[in-house]
């Protein structure tokens, strides 16, 4: 039982860690694509809704599920320079 407790209390403290994650990583993201774009359109095109997505589950709340798309997001932007 404290173990379950102890797991709560810590989703619960880090929910706002996550907050702020998210908007750094559409901001790397944005800069990533301003700067030297994926020459690959099938790429881009994936960035960029993976990019969308991500904006949406963080205005939803659902900010674990962003980090994650935009981590994906981020992986095909690094993989691709």
Do not use: T, Y
Not at 59 to 75: C, D, I, R, T, Y
């Amino acid at each position: 039982m404290r173990r379950l407790v102890a797991f709560l209390a810590a989703a619960l403290l880090s929910a706002p860690l996550w907050a702020a994650h998210c908007p750094a990583d559409m901001a790397k993201i944005d800069a990533l694509l301003q700067s030297n774009p994926p020459s690959d359109p099938a790429v881009l095109a994936q960035v960029q809704k993976l990019r969308a997505e991500g904006e949406e589950l963080h205005n939803s709340g659902n900010h674990g599920q962003s980090v994650e798309v935009l981590g994906e997001a981020l992986k095909l932007l690094e993989a691709k320079h």
